[in-house]
């Protein structure tokens, strides 16, 4: 099976329905960018601190913060996605944020294979002022 990528799959936490590649990680990412910590039961340490920084006014200070969690959460949880633009493109009167990244998906990243690589790019609405 030599040439054969090994892509991972899951299921779509919505439907139900099998999620392959690209599709996985982007609902990877929701997850871990999305989950608080110690909030996983037997995985403590899955998620990021986003919402520690969501209920302040943005300043540069605090969009260095978020930048700088998403890309760290990212690479201690993600091995198949390397962070290589993070640009903040909307911020709404209510406090709701719309972040664009891109970067590179390796397929085989949890092989420890970084020789394939796509292209990915995702808009990510929603982060927003959220209650504690």
Do not use: C
Request: charged residues 15%; hydrophobic residues 40%; without cysteine.
């Amino acid at each position: 099976m030599a040439g054969v990528i090994r892509y991972r799959r899951g299921i779509n936490a919505t439907n139900g329905k099998p999620l392959v590649g690209a599709a996985h990680l982007a609902q990877s990412l929701h997850k871990i960018w999305m989950t608080r910590l110690e909030q996983m039961p037997m995985l403590l340490a899955l998620g990021s601190n986003l919402y520690g920084l969501l209920g302040e006014d943005v300043t540069p200070a605090i969009a260095l913060a978020i930048y700088n969690e998403l890309v760290a959460s990212a690479a201690r949880w993600e091995p198949e996605y390397a962070i290589t633009q993070l640009q903040l493109v909307h911020v709404t009167q209510d406090g709701s944020l719309g972040l664009q990244h891109s970067g590179l998906y390796y397929p085989e990243g949890r092989y420890g294979n970084y020789d394939l690589s796509q292209p990915f790019s995702a808009l990510r609405q929603g982060f927003g002022r959220i209650a504690a």
